[in-house]
Nanobody, 127 residues
Framework: QLQLVASGGGLVQPGGSLRLSCEAS????????IGWFRQAPGKEREVVSC??????????NYADSVKGRFTMSRDNAEKTVYLQMSGLKPEDTGVYYC??????????????????WGQGTQVTVSS
């Protein structure tokens, strides 16, 4: 059974850091591009970042709002994708979801429907 489990969220002060993890099971992670999305209360879901497969270049792409502050990486051997977040701002608050899609090059778009989704982890940035 294909499953994505996101973890690592929590409460952090502005300027702080968190590392989110997305652990995959039931499928071969290396064949899938992964995306991170977030949704704040009362707002629509937005894409944060995505990372392609190694065959697709292995590059990560970022939304303008997080560029330079967030870093996405993947460890296929550990079946885990990470989102290192630093310089966190209150507007980064939301539920963060990871998603998988069987494509080589990831799609950084709010309305792109990835095939599989994790359950989400809450990130709250507040003093």
């Amino acid at each position: 059974q294909l499953q994505l489990v996101a973890s690592g969220g929590g409460l952090v002060q502005p300027g702080g850091s968190l590392r989110l993890s997305c652990e995959a099971s039931g499928f071969t992670l290396e064949n899938y591009s992964i995306g991170w999305f977030r949704q704040a209360p009362g707002k629509e879901r937005e894409v944060v970042s995505c990372i392609s497969t190694f065959g697709g270049g292995g590059e990560a792409n970022y939304a303008d709002s997080v560029k330079g502050r967030f870093t996405m990486s993947r460890d296929n051997a550990e079946k885990t994708v990470y989102l290192q977040m630093s310089g966190l701002k209150p507007e980064d608050t939301g539920v963060y979801y990871c998603a998988a899609d069987r494509i080589r090059r990831c799609v950084l778009a709010n309305n792109y429907e990835y095939d599989y989704w994790g359950q989400g982890t809450q990130v709250t940035v507040s003093s």
